[in-house]
């Protein structure tokens, strides 16, 4: 069982969100029984206590979250609500077929109208700052380039010019105006459609708290789950925690393979970056970015490949989100004043903000996609992964970027320190590396 860190660093969307929540428990003590156990009360948590909502009876229902952060604590992503609304076209064509990849960007795409209509139901639209837009991929090479309108180019060769995503998508080939609408130095060109953006951790806080005052759902934070056991011949399923054990009669959990990246908040001035949007160099270097409202105004930015693809090891089958990646945040620093046209001042490194300034990383009621039903070959294959495939081809991919110029500017390349640690770090992964985390698989039981 992979179990949260007792410290993880600092994250601007928990910290500057001062729930309420954060450190809650509902009751002294864990509940002896529950109709249903969560295993971790975020986005999809949440949502699975908002549709009970529906169920008549409604069931007991206990969330049980390993962090004192409380319900959201794994919403230390980014905050973008950009569906894929082209750029994964070709790789889903071929795995799926063109009619089950369209299906997949349909069912990205509906996410929106239905975040929009959540927000409106329940009033909470403003508190977890919900806008839409436009988004923008910016191609800053001709490589980006190629491939961005490439996967545009054969979804309207699939699906033809009447289709509604295709219509969705427009291009900005002149780079000039594509510079213009992204604000993104050297950009060459750029694939604009909709999207939006939230505050993931008021969300799950605000679902919860509306779900909390039907008075059916018990919050246990900070305590770790450790054990879950097969279904007893009376039907009970025991999860034990580290503070007591729970009877459910379905527990829904996930299977997790742990993955590290960082994001940044810095300091910027009101309304200065107009959409949300993405640098592309290759199919692996990328930034992406967005910016949070008045009174908070914090650009949220993450990515920074140029910056990790040195540094595989840091980032690849990683849970430890107590320790931020050595460097990156001076690398976020440096982004406004390198990458940003306009940016106000002269500063080659802009302030990040002193809550949660820099950290590491760890749907709606919608009809799912054929990929995504769960069947006894997707479970079978997923607790089956090879684990070392998934290092190998990332750590490929992240060689064949750190050469090229990119990836070898002066905030890019390695300060000589780190590189001799890397070294180091890649000298141990060539013998075997560090001890993976142990995953346990747990499938749905109910």
């Given at each position: 069982?992979?179990?949260?860190?007792?410290?993880?660093?600092?994250?601007?969307?928990?910290?500057?969100?001062?729930?309420?929540?954060?450190?809650?428990?509902?009751?002294?003590?864990?509940?002896?029984?529950?109709?249903?156990?969560?295993?971790?009360?975020?986005?999809?948590?949440?949502?699975?206590?908002?549709?009970?909502?529906?169920?008549?009876?409604?069931?007991?229902?206990?969330?049980?979250?390993?962090?004192?952060?409380?319900?959201?604590?794994?919403?230390?992503?980014?905050?973008?609500?950009?569906?894929?609304?082209?750029?994964?076209?070709?790789?889903?064509?071929?795995?799926?077929?063109?009619?089950?990849?369209?299906?997949?960007?349909?069912?990205?795409?509906?996410?929106?109208?239905?975040?929009?209509?959540?927000?409106?139901?329940?009033?909470?639209?403003?508190?977890?700052?919900?806008?839409?837009?436009?988004?923008?991929?910016?191609?800053?090479?001709?490589?980006?380039?190629?491939?961005?309108?490439?996967?545009?180019?054969?979804?309207?060769?699939?699906?033809?010019?009447?289709?509604?995503?295709?219509?969705?998508c427009r291009v900005i080939a002149d780079a000039a105006e594509a510079q213009d609408f992204s604000q993104m130095k050297g950009a060459l060109a750029a694939i604009v459609h909709p999207a939006g953006q939230v505050w993931p951790y008021k969300f799950v806080h605000a679902?919860?708290?509306?779900?909390?005052?039907?008075?059916?759902?018990?919050?246990?934070?900070?305590?770790?789950?450790?054990?879950?056991?097969?279904?007893?011949?009376?039907?009970?399923?025991?999860?034990?925690?580290?503070?007591?054990?729970?009877?459910?009669?379905?527990?829904?959990?996930?299977?997790?393979?742990?993955?590290?990246?960082?994001?940044?908040?810095?300091?910027?001035?009101a309304g200065f970056i107009k959409h949300t949007g993405a640098q592309h160099w290759d199919a692996t270097v990328n930034n992406y970015h967005l910016q949070l409202p008045a009174p908070y105004n914090a650009v949220i930015l993450g990515g920074g490949r140029q910056y990790?693809?040195?540094?595989?090891?840091?980032?690849?089958?990683?849970?430890?989100?107590?320790?931020?990646?050595?460097?990156?945040?001076?690398?976020?620093?440096?982004?406004?004043?390198?990458?940003?046209?306009?940016?106000?001042?002269?500063?080659?490194?802009?302030?990040?903000?002193?809550?949660?300034?820099?950290?590491?990383?760890?749907?709606?009621?919608?009809?799912?996609?054929?990929?995504?039903?769960?069947?006894?070959?997707?479970?079978?294959?997923?607790?089956?992964?090879?684990?070392?495939?998934?290092?190998?081809?990332?750590?490929?991919?992240?060689?064949?970027?750190?050469?090229?110029?990119?990836?070898?500017?002066?905030?890019?390349?390695?300060?000589?320190?780190?590189?001799?640690?890397?070294?180091?770090?890649?000298?141990?992964?060539?013998?075997?590396?560090?001890?993976?985390?142990?995953?346990?698989?747990?499938?749905?039981?109910?």
């Amino acid at each position: 069982m992979v179990l949260p860190r007792a410290n993880p660093t600092k994250s601007y969307w928990i910290e500057a969100a001062d729930s309420p929540l954060r450190h809650l428990r509902s009751t002294e003590k864990l509940p002896e029984t529950a109709d249903v156990v969560i295993i971790g009360g975020g986005y999809s948590g949440g949502h699975h206590s908002l549709l009970a909502r529906q169920v008549h009876p409604q069931p007991w229902k206990a969330a049980i979250h390993g962090h004192s952060r409380g319900p959201g604590h794994l919403w230390r992503r980014h905050g973008s609500q950009r569906p894929h609304a082209y750029s994964r076209y070709p790789i889903w064509a071929e795995r799926f077929g063109a009619a089950t990849a369209m299906d997949l960007i349909r069912h990205e795409m509906a996410h929106l109208p239905a975040f929009e209509q959540l927000a409106a139901d329940e009033g909470i639209a403003e508190e977890i700052c919900l806008r839409f837009g436009e988004t923008f991929d910016a191609a800053m090479t001709e490589e980006a380039w190629t491939r961005l309108k490439g996967a545009l180019d054969a979804m309207r060769r699939d699906h033809g010019d009447d289709n509604e995503v295709v219509q969705a998508c427009r291009v900005i080939a002149d780079a000039a105006e594509a510079q213009d609408f992204s604000q993104m130095k050297g950009a060459l060109a750029a694939i604009v459609h909709p999207a939006g953006q939230v505050w993931p951790y008021k969300f799950v806080h605000a679902i919860l708290r509306i779900v909390l005052a039907r008075g059916n759902l018990n919050v246990q934070a900070d305590t770790p789950v450790v054990q879950v056991a097969e279904r007893d011949a009376d039907g009970w399923i025991q999860v034990r925690t580290e503070r007591g054990d729970v009877r459910a009669r379905a527990v829904f959990a996930k299977l997790v393979l742990p993955e590290k990246s960082t994001l940044a908040a810095v300091r910027a001035p009101a309304g200065f970056i107009k959409h949300t949007g993405a640098q592309h160099w290759d199919a692996t270097v990328n930034n992406y970015h967005l910016q949070l409202p008045a009174p908070y105004n914090a650009v949220i930015l993450g990515g920074g490949r140029q910056y990790l693809v040195h540094r595989p090891s840091d980032c690849v089958l990683r849970d430890d989100d107590d320790q931020l990646i050595p460097g990156a945040d001076e690398f976020f620093g440096s982004w406004p004043s390198s990458d940003v046209l306009g940016w106000p001042g002269s500063a080659t490194q802009a302030p990040l903000e002193s809550q949660g300034g820099c950290w590491p990383s760890g749907v709606a009621q919608l009809p799912l996609p054929k990929p995504f039903v769960a069947t006894q070959e997707r479970i079978d294959r997923l607790q089956s992964t090879d684990v070392e495939g998934i290092r190998t081809r990332f750590t490929s991919s992240c060689q064949q970027s750190s050469v090229k110029p990119f990836c070898n500017d002066d905030r890019s390349r390695p300060s000589r320190k780190q590189s001799s640690a890397m070294t180091s770090c890649n000298e141990s992964w060539a013998k075997g590396g560090p001890t993976v985390p142990h995953v346990e698989s747990i499938s749905l039981r109910v």
